[in-house]
Every structure is written in C-alpha cells, then in structure tokens.
C-alpha cells in the first residue's frame, strides 16, 4: 500500500475501519465515533475440538486459570503473529463485533496495522478475516509507519526518521526513509512490563501495594511528553 495513499487524507473516509493488531491489546476506530473497542488479543478454545469459548476480555480472565481441556492463548508473540488460524478468527470476532452494531452504507474498507515483520502467510490470514467480517477492500501498514504518518514525520524524504513504538507487549524500532521501511526489529519489552516495574519498585521501596490500572496511570502521568 503506497504512504501517498495514506497521507492524502483519505485514509479513514466514511464507512472506512482502522484496526491495530497489538500483540498485547487490539483496537477498533471507527471514523466520527474515535476507538470504539480496545479488548486484549486473547482467544480461549476448546482443545478438543478447537471451539471458541472466549475472545478478547472474557478469554483474558482465563489466562492461567483454565481447565486442561481449554487453552487461552495471545496469537501474536514477540511482534509476529505466532498462531494464524486463531489470529485470523480473532481479527474476525473483533470486526463482527463492531460491524454488528453498525449501518453502513456500503460494505467498510478496513486498514490494520500489522507488525514489521509480517510474512506474506500472515497477510493472507489477516485479510482473509476482515473479508470474513463483510470488509470490502483490506489495507495493511506496517505499525511502525502508521506511527511515523501518525505523527507527521515525512516518511517520503530521503531523509531518515527512526520511530520507537512502544506497545503493550512489545517495542518495534524502524528506520523510515522514502516511504519504506529502511531497517526494523522487535524486542519483547512494552508497557506492560513497564507497568509490572512500577508495581514492583513501590512494593520494595515504598511497602505500597498498587494494581496494574494504577500503575499505567503513573507511567501515563509521569512519562509522557
């Protein structure tokens, strides 16, 4: 998908869906209406017969507290999407869940943003699930791009910008030069891990227990410019 596509403004028309596939979280935006669902990339399924007993919230309240014959898994890991299927029928839930509530007037084009380091196997499923989910054209960027355009770096200069995305399970690094990505890589760090830290530093330092939710409204609070 060409940045100029991306940058003349007719990104997210009437109708049009973004996605972003986070390895920790996935969001929804709908044009007019802002995020319209942010629920974790969690699926819950039947190993027997491989039936789907939970997505996003309910299936994360699973996580390590399932019976032997159910498995909670996150289908994306370290920045790729580490199970297809489920990573497919995860985006598909999530569309549908959106799309279910909705009137649109015409089938919705859906831009997702995907990690760098997508395989061509990997586009495929993405796109085969927002087609299931009734999209009429799918777009997929690289999130480290959508970031770069997010916040109007000019990405079709020769010159080089480096974005740092700091998402919740991982950090994705990207040199952008001439409307590509120049170099990439991924690290297992995020702000989740960032949010466990300052659970842990006021537990030893301070004896003050804090959940997770206060936590990432310190990091918010503190550490954002």
Do not use: C
Not at 118 to 145: D, Q, S, W
């Amino acid at each position: 998908m060409g940045v100029r596509w991306l940058n003349s403004g007719r990104l997210l028309p009437a109708n049009d869906i973004a996605v972003d596939l986070g390895t920790a979280n996935t969001l929804i935006y709908v044009k007019g209406e802002g995020v319209v669902l942010n629920e974790p990339s969690v699926v819950a399924v039947q190993k027997s017969n491989g039936r789907v007993l939970g997505v996003g919230i309910e299936a994360k309240g699973m996580l390590g507290r399932t019976p032997g014959g159910i498995e909670a898994v996150r289908p994306l890991k370290d920045g790729v999407i580490a199970d297809v299927d489920i990573s497919e029928l995860m985006l598909r839930h999530f569309l549908r869940t959106v799309t279910a509530k909705r009137v649109f007037r015409l089938k919705p084009r859906v831009v997702i943003g995907v990690p760098s380091g997508i395989t061509e196997l990997e586009r495929r499923a993405v796109r085969a699930g927002a087609h299931a989910a009734g999209a009429k054209e799918v777009y997929m960027v690289a999130e480290p791009m959508a970031a770069a355009i997010g916040v109007g770096l000019p990405v079709e200069t020769p010159t080089g910008n480096m974005v740092i995305d700091i998402g919740g399970g991982t950090t994705e690094i990207a040199v952008i030069a001439l409307g590509g990505i120049v170099s990439d890589t991924s690290i297992r760090v995020g702000g989740d891990e960032i949010d466990q830290a300052i659970v842990t530093f006021l537990r030893k330092n301070y004896n003050l227990l804090v959940g997770e939710p206060t936590a990432e409204a310190i990091k918010i609070q503190i550490g954002s410019a």
